[in-house]
């Protein structure tokens, strides 16, 4: 005999029959004070993270907006809205400083993005002393950023530094790298990029060693060489390390100060400043407002370039 079989229409929170004179609660969701506790548990976790970045990051960021609409001092404060602003937009340092910062901040990311795509490259191939080359690479980034452009300053003098010293025997006259205007920020800049090479390229082999080898084993079975691998297989997966360069590099270049404030201190005239090192100079100067309004204008073009970019990126990401 075959028993017909009923699906039970019970709803959630009915006792079932558990035997003669027995039932059985069934489980539905939590109600009262514990119920309450149960959903909203997970999302105390959150709370340590939230109190340290509205401490670190949100109250801080309020302040400096606040201040950059004031006259301030370290005794006392007047409220001049948007003064400041007019005033510092009305330097004329400024139009260059905010040229220069881009092209500064393009400059390097795209040499970061060429350089450490071609040495992970190098360094995930087949050479014997890969290991080695690796630390070798990354050395710089470990270097102080005031030291490298101490030594670099002494390296690059016109006449008496190592690389005039290195031209003169093919017998090329050394420019003045840092006392010229149409080379000093390309200079820096350079120096920037092997500085800051070490980390492109060892975000780039993570990237490459997380390749399955399957798919250069296909391309191999299709005859390709080593350029279809790169072209075909290494390029198009590696895109995520490429925008986590991009991202890193030209949030480092928008806000760079140290190596170009230690190697040419904005000069020769303004044709290295960028506005971290205009904003400098007005707090050297005791413009303690007008600098906190750079600040916040530095802030904004960061956010303006970057937040775009972030975006794009992740959906890119999305539809790898």
């Known amino acids: 005999m075959v028993t017909e079989f009923r699906p039970s229409t019970r709803a959630a929170g009915s006792r079932v029959s558990a035997g003669p004179g027995r039932s059985t609660p069934v489980r539905g969701r939590a109600a009262g004070p514990r119920g309450i506790y149960q959903r909203t548990y997970s999302y105390l976790f959150y709370v340590p993270a939230g109190v340290v970045y509205l401490t670190i990051f949100v109250v801080p960021t309020a302040i ?70 690796r630390s070798v690479v990354f050395f710089p980034v470990l270097v102080s950023t005031v030291a490298v452009g101490i030594t670099f300053s002494v390296l690059l003098q016109p006449d008496t530094g190592l690389v005039a010293t290195v031209l003169k025997l ?87 100060f140290d190596l170009i404030w230690t190697m040419t201190g904005g000069g020769p005239g303004f044709s290295s400043d960028v506005i971290a090192s205009i904003i400098y100079k007005q707090y050297q100067a005791g413009f303690y407002g007008l600098a906190t309004a750079g600040n916040v204008v ?23």
């Open 64 to 133: 400096a907006f606040y201040f950059a609409l004031t006259r301030w001092t370290l005794f006392e404060t007047t409220f001049t809205g948007l003064d400041n602003f007019r005033q510092f937009f009305a330097e004329q340092a400024l139009v260059s400083s905010l040229r220069n910062t881009v092209v500064y901040a393009v400059m390097t990311s795209g040499l970061k993005v060429v350089f450490g795509m071609l040495l992970a490259v190098l360094l995930t191939s087949r050479l014997r002393s890969r290991g080695f080359l």
């Open 170 to 256: 093919f017998g090329i006259a050394s420019p003045d790298w840092l006392g010229d205007q149409s080379t000093a920020l390309i200079s820096v800049a350079l120096v920037d990029v092997w500085k800051g090479v070490g980390l492109a390229t060892v975000i780039y082999i993570a990237g490459i060693v997380s390749i399955p080898p399957d798919y250069y084993e296909a391309v191999s079975v299709d005859g390709g060489g080593g350029w279809a691998r790169f072209w075909h297989v290494t390029l198009p997966l590696s895109r995520p390390a490429t925008f986590t360069v991009i991202l890193l590099s030209l949030i480092g270049g928008l806000r760079s």
């Open 298 to 320: 530095l802030f904004i073009l960061v956010t303006a370039i970057v937040l775009p970019l972030f975006r794009y990126f992740n959906s890119r990401e999305v539809e790898l």
